[in-house]
């Protein structure tokens, strides 16, 4: 399964998995389970006075100690991806509406099952089930049926009050599958490889393991 989200950066409006702050620390979340009212108070103003809803005020942020890997996904689980007749390792997506001040993106939001990427050399990153951020590029897939739409948001945040707070017209999702070829940039840790041969002579080779949430970036090729 993707990792669940629980909660909502309301600055970025990236939706974070349980336990996952967002990496800008100077802003604020709310849980996805209530009626979700400090994000519609973010989005429609406290007394509802906005006529169009405020999008996110800024991007995501990578952290400064992030590190860089580039690889091939390796074959692995896989799970059925949101709106879609699909199965991936990951994917991310924004819900945009044309019509909102500031910003069109009204929520980020992306998850994987956990995959391995194995670099040229044989090195090893492993990404755990975790939340995933992606640029949407022109190569995303777009999304304008509202009933699938609709469907997704619901169980996002299923008892959110109104007005509801994630008006849209569309939504941009970009997906993961083995074989792509990639650029994880995450908080690592290193472990032994449990590939590394055990003769005490040998020099013990190491695995990174993604600690936090992935960005990832997906190249042609």
Known sequence: MFAARTS????????????????????????????CAP???????RARERDRPLGAATAPMVPVTATGFRGRIAQGP??????????????????????????????????????????????MLVVPST????????????????RRIGGYLRELAPRAAEPWPFPFDEVRMVVL?????????????VSPDPRAATAYRDAPRSILIATGPAWVERHTG
Do not use: K, Y
Not at 39 to 45: D, Q
Not at 131 to 146: L, T
Not at 177 to 188: G, W
């Open 8 to 35: 909502i950066c309301l600055d970025c409006r990236v939706a974070l998995p349980d336990g996952e702050a967002c990496t800008w620390l100077s802003h604020r979340s709310t849980a996805l389970a209530g009626d």
């Open 39 to 45: 994000l519609i108070e973010t989005v429609w103003g």
């Open 78 to 123: 896989t799970a059925r991806v949101p709106m879609r007749d699909q199965q991936a390792v990951g994917w991310a997506l924004e819900v945009w509406h044309h019509e909102a001040a500031g910003s069109p993106i009204m929520l980020r939001d992306g998850a994987t099952v956990g995959f391995a990427v194995t670099g040229d050399d044989g090195r």
């Open 131 to 146: 939340g995933v951020r992606m640029a949407i590029d022109e190569r995303a897939g777009i999304e304008r049926n509202r």
């Open 177 to 189: 599958s083995a074989e792509d070829l990639v650029t994880v940039r995450a908080v690592a840790s």
